[in-house]
């Protein structure tokens, strides 16, 4: 069954938010990393943001700094990226992923991956 569900994908103008949710089972969300990675048709899958929900840890890599936010509720066990001041390279189908492991931070590899959701940024 999937036990990560990404969800609040759309499509918006330039300059326009956007926030994901990623709804997590109980035991990923206590026990895992967290990851937003994004992907665009026909390229490789890159990092947006992580967070570790028991500690609140955050790491953002350079890609989207300043620009998008993660944050977490951990009563629903969900975790979101918020997303801002949107740009038409956003545009990408946006994944979240755990690993009980850094290695998803350092590597990009995850245990759970969820189906994805799509963002279009338009002009």
């Known amino acids: 069954q999937l036990q990560l569900v990404e969800s609040g994908g759309g499509s918006v103008q330039a300059g326009g938010s956007l926030r994901l949710s990623c709804a997590t089972s109980?035991?990923?969300?206590?026990?895992?990393?967290i990851g937003w990675f994004r992907q665009r048709p026909g390229e490789k899958r890159e990092a947006v943001a992580f967070?570790?929900?028991?500690?609140?840890?955050?790491y953002y890599p350079d890609s989207a700094k300043g620009r998008f936010f993660i944050d977490r509720d951990d009563a629903k066990s969900m975790v979101y990226l918020q997303m801002n001041s949107l740009k038409p390279e956003d545009s990408a189908m946006y994944y979240c992923a755990a690993d009980t492991s850094y290695s998803m931070v350092l590597h990009g590899s995850a245990t759970y991956w969820g189906q994805g959701t799509q963002v279009t940024v338009s002009s």
């Open positions: 109980a035991h990923i969300y206590s026990d895992n990393y």
């Open positions: 967070i570790y929900p028991g500690s609140g840890w955050i």
